[in-house]
């Protein structure tokens, strides 16, 4: 999944809660609950991120997959940073052990990431890649975002991402949803939306839906 050129401010912590992830693929369907995303502002420009996913598929036991463990950076503050210009980052770290058949291993992944806005309408540009977790094969990934605001608190958003590993054919797919925050008061924000594969080796379909929320883990000083 691609991201943007954004990090946590120092102290904070957001959470990314994939509470439902329904996929299609070959006439079977495999859940993932949760999905859960962690980024922590080290210091300024800088955050930690970890993630993992628990999944089931048909006739199996619960897994637990894709877990990893990255920095995140921020190189150039532009727009998402209440700037002019381009915000550029760069997100890298480890691949960590899956229990999933044949991902035992370490990986290694490193995205750089462009966000820019056209007005309305805001995008990020995802590139990266590295070697994968089962075998050390080398893999590319790519990504585009679009975000158009229809209110204050919502936004519609389009993606086309993919992913190519060596020796496999691409997993590419498109995605519509939207971000909702409900309450303009708090870091608390609700999206969902509907992920197609565009090429054979992607899942046919996927439906999600998650919940983000953000809180300092030390209390601000008082002024």
């Known amino acids: 999944m691609s991201t943007d050129a954004a990090v946590a401010d120092p102290g904070f912590v957001e959470i990314e809660l994939g509470y439902f992830q329904l996929a299609h693929e070959h006439h079977e369907d495999t859940f993932s609950t ?7 502002g080290l210091v300024d420009r800088l955050e930690i991120v970890g993630e993992f996913a628990t999944e089931k598929a048909p006739h199996d036991d619960w897994q637990l997959v894709d877990p990893a463990l990255f920095l995140k950076a921020i190189l150039k503050e532009g727009v998402l940073q209440e700037k002019d210009g381009l915000s550029v980052a ?6 960590l052990p899956s229990t999933a058949p044949g991902e035992g291993g370490v990986g290694f992944e490193a995205t750089g990431i462009v966000s820019g806005q056209l007005e309305p309408l805001t995008y990020h540009l995802n590139a990266g890649g590295g070697v994968d977790r089962a075998d050390a094969r080398p893999f590319a990934t790519w990504g585009v975002i679009g ?20 020796q496999e054919r691409a997993k590419n797919s498109v995605l519509a949803g939207f971000i909702w925050q409900p309450f303009a008061s708090r ?23 998650g919940l983000t929320f953000a809180f300092p883990v030390w209390p601000r000083a008082r002024p």
Not at 147 to 162: I, K
């Open 90 to 95: 760069l997100e890298a770290g480890a691949l």
């Open 187 to 209: 870091e608390l924000w609700i999206d969902a939306g509907i992920r197609r594969g565009i090429t054979r080796a992607a899942p046919d379909w996927q439906a999600t839906l």
């Open 34 to 40: 949760p999905k859960v995303v962690l980024n922590y």
């Open 147 to 166: 975000e158009l605001p229809v209110v204050p608190a919502l936004r519609f958003v389009g993606e086309v991402n993919g992913e190519s590993v060596e």
